[in-house]
């Protein structure tokens, strides 16, 4: 019987010759095409000052920002790096846009594209909206997927697995610990196939079940609740945002009760390894998620990945681009 | 003017008829043998089946509605290709079906089409808004063949209690299709697949919490109930645990649900994005048995024609419905081949016992079926409007070649 499938979505970012064209989701790519994207990231960053290098590989090209979704760190980045790529950017803001005044989205794409966009870096608040996008645009254009819901942000992951590669070694003897509100998170989903695609020895996630969504532990991830057992051995632990509105609610009681059992601090990174690396895919809670004793602490990545994260959004624009332009 | 078909396979199970014979089939009326009448066409019937016409319990005409999904001329002739000569009509219409003159209307331009027989379901409640019972006694003379409240919610318990009390005080059948909304406000099962994709799950408590309270409802007033278009085991297991106590319930279940799980919704498959949503192996296979051991009654299409516009958005954002009238069959018969019901177990499913339901007269009319020619689904095959099916592109055995009514 018929049915498209996890697999036939993923190929949707592919061209012709298995290469990116659009990056919709690290689901589904091989270890190849992620150790690609890393590599290329590593080549915009200078070896010997860790400084991000300009290169005009998007000149001419047009990159469209379409948030859908407030951003400003993810939307400053993308736009940081197509700069770096000597594109043109255009940021669209969506609120103001006709998409309020009931055009449909699809409408709305036909339009932007006939203003000749290269390429559309995408934020929407529903799973799937970037599958959706690169499904109806032209097969000139690259969507890359800065976020969908609660199912996918690729680059933020990738971002993750190359701070993990820079800093903690081979994937495979690495335990990586995900903490909070897995349920609404697309981070974690991301970073789960990407880690599980590159080899990483044990992926576990740390939540309450109201966080936890149904049977996750069919993706391949072990389950824990209690950070004492979760932490465990863990030579990575990251730290997911918790959106202020879960609190007191019926998902959470008290960002001060949340703290208490899933808060990311010294008296809880001692359940793990010495030395266990620490991260967070920002914007930070001190206090709610993680304490800023940690977040600021010798083992800390958190600025890392920010820095990190205009390298592999530059190699994800460029990858696209070049794949968009075998197939054509 | 009298047709003979000769070597056709009957399959009439309310008559307890299935074999090889000859048949003479008359102003829609069927006499078997008939070797004495003179018939103006003779048609050699080898290979084929004839049934009687399939009898529908929720399929959406989109009338009154938006045209652009459909409409009462276009739908029932999708029907009467897919072998459906009678249909009930849910009442979450736009306006819905509270009034009488919005029944008798929609029965109207039913007839005037002239393809299938309409049985609208009529509004519980006002505008479905779940408050103040509907005018039931208008919409029972106006032609409305059962009341129901679709997958509107009852406002609370208590107007649930008054509204069967008042419909069976009527003698009315109340259709349920249960959902609790607080729990049904995702897009797909609450299982592994939308675990993995991201989207916001509705879990089968979403469905069986309304269904246990209903049966309890119905037990407490005696009313004759139906609940369509059941979703997971445990609805199958309520069900035959009501009709073992005796509580005067029937049950169906829509032909996709007993084919596609969440499996289909993978890829962000919007055709696949249903309400109920598409379940696991575990409800389907339940499910089947249900249809097969009798617990649930009735195989229905739960036909909902959606214009390509609603299916064009992200997965969440789409309109849940399948265009099915036209497949059905050829689901059916495919679940004949797969050994999980008998012929005449897939054709009681369509037409005595959905009919049963209604109370409606035996002769609905007569199918003469090709259970084997393959065709493929496709924007040009299907009349309905809707082209809004996941199996579009496929090709699936068994077609209506004929109907006699």
């Given at each position: 019987m018929h049915r498209s499938s996890a697999h036939d979505a993923s190929r949707l970012q592919l061209n012709a010759q298995d290469r990116l064209r659009h990056f919709l989701t690290t689901e589904g790519l091989s270890r190849d095409q992620l150790t690609e994207i890393l590599d290329t990231a590593e080549s915009f960053i200078d070896p010997v000052t860790g400084a991000i290098v300009n290169r005009p590989l998007l000149a001419g090209q047009t990159v469209m920002n379409l948030f859908f979704e407030p951003s400003t760190r993810t939307r400053t980045t993308f736009e940081v790096a197509a700069k770096r790529l000597s594109a043109d950017v255009l940021n669209i803001d969506i609120s103001k846009s006709s998409t309020s005044k009931g055009e449909t989205l699809r409408d709305m794409l036909w339009n932007l594209e006939a203003m000749t966009a290269d390429i559309f870096v995408v934020r929407h608040g529903d799973s799937g909206a970037a599958h959706f996008i690169a499904s109806q645009v032209t097969p000139k254009v690259a969507v890359i997927n800065a976020g969908d819901g609660r199912h996918a942000?690729?680059?933020?992951?990738?971002?993750?697995?190359?701070?993990?590669?820079?800093?903690?070694?081979?994937?495979?003897?690495?335990?990586?610990?995900?903490?909070?509100?897995?349920?609404h998170s697309?981070?974690?989903?991301?970073?789960?196939?990407?880690?599980?695609?590159?080899?990483?020895?044990?992926?576990?996630?740390?939540?309450?079940?109201?966080?936890?969504?149904?049977?996750?532990?069919?993706?391949?991830?072990n389950v824990f609740e209690r950070m004492e057992q979760g932490l465990a051995d863990v030579d990575v632990a990251i730290a997911l945002r918790v959106q202020n509105e879960r609190m007191e609610s019926a998902l959470l009681p008290s960002s001060d009760e949340f703290y208490a059992l899933y808060g990311l601090t010294r008296d809880k990174l001692k359940y793990a390894k010495p030395g266990v690396l620490v991260m967070h895919p920002g914007p930070i809670n001190r206090g709610v998620e993680i304490e800023s004793a940690v977040a600021d602490g010798p083992q800390s990545l958190i600025l890392k990945q920010v820095n990190y994260g205009i390298a592999v959004r530059m190699a994800v624009l460029s990858l696209a681009v070049r794949g968009q332009i075998e197939q054509r | 003017m009298a047709v003979r078909i000769d070597n056709v396979r009957l399959i009439d199970p309310a008559a307890g008829h299935d074999a090889v014979t000859s048949v003479i089939l008359e102003n829609g009326r069927m006499m078997i043998g008939g070797s004495g009448v003179a018939a103006a066409e003779i048609i050699d019937g080898s290979g084929l089946w004839l049934?009687?016409?399939?009898?529908?319990?929720c399929a959406?005409?989109?009338?009154?509605?938006a045209k652009m999904h459909g409409g009462a001329a276009s739908e029932t002739r999708a029907a009467r290709a897919g072998g459906f000569l009678h249909l009930v009509v849910p009442p979450d219409t736009q306006p819905v079906l509270d009034s009488g003159a919005l029944v008798t209307q929609l029965c109207e331009r039913a007839d005037a089409a002239g393809y299938a027989k309409v049985y609208p379901v009529g509004a519980l409640t006002k505008g479905l808004e779940g408050k103040a019972l509907s005018n039931m006694n208008r919409l029972r003379l106006a032609g409305a063949v059962a009341v129901g409240n679709a997958r509107a919610p009852f406002a609370s318990v208590e107007t649930a209690l008054h509204c069967l009390e008042y419909a069976a005080t009527l003698g009315l059948t109340v259709f349920f299709s249960p959902e609790e909304p607080s729990l049904a406000k995702g897009c797909a099962h609450d299982g592994f697949t939308a675990a993995r994709m991201g989207l916001p799950g509705i879990p089968d408590t979403a469905e069986t919490i309304a269904l246990a309270t209903q049966l309890l409802l119905v037990e407490q007033t005696g009313v004759k109930a139906h609940f369509g278009q059941l979703s997971c085991r445990g609805s199958v297991e309520l069900i035959r645990i009501a009709k073992e106590k005796g509580i005067p319930v029937t049950a169906d279940v829509a032909m996709h649900h007993l084919h596609l799980t969440d499996a289909a919704i993978d890829g962000f498959n919007s055709f696949a994005h249903v309400r109920p949503p598409l379940r696991s192996n575990e409800d389907r296979a339940a499910l089947r048995e249900g249809v097969k051991t009798g617990v649930i009654d009735a195989i229905c299409s739960d036909h909902q024609p959606l214009d390509a516009s609603a299916k064009l958005a992200p997965f969440p954002a789409t309109e849940p419905g399948m265009s099915t009238l036209e497949t059905v069959l050829p689901l059916g018969l495919q679940l004949v081949r797969e050994g999980v019901l008998s012929e005449s177990q897939l054709i009681a499913a369509l037409t005595c016992k959905p009919g049963d339901v209604l109370g409606i007269e035996r002769n609905t009319g007569w199918l003469l079926i090709d259970p084997l020619v393959s065709w493929t689904v496709s924007g040009e095959t299907l009349l309905s409007t809707g082209k809004n099916t996941p199996w579009l592109g496929q090709t699936l055995q068994g077609l209506v070649r004929r109907v006699f009514n």
């Open positions: 942000h690729p680059t933020q992951a990738m971002l993750d697995m190359l701070t993990i590669r820079r800093h903690a070694g081979a994937f495979e003897n690495l335990t990586v610990a995900i903490i909070g509100d897995i349920r697309r981070v974690a989903r991301s970073e789960i196939h990407a880690l599980q695609t590159l080899g990483a020895k044990e992926i576990r996630v740390i939540a309450p079940r109201t966080l936890l969504p149904k049977d996750f532990d069919q993706l391949g991830v | 049934t009687p016409g399939f009898v529908d319990l959406r005409l989109r009338e009154p509605g």
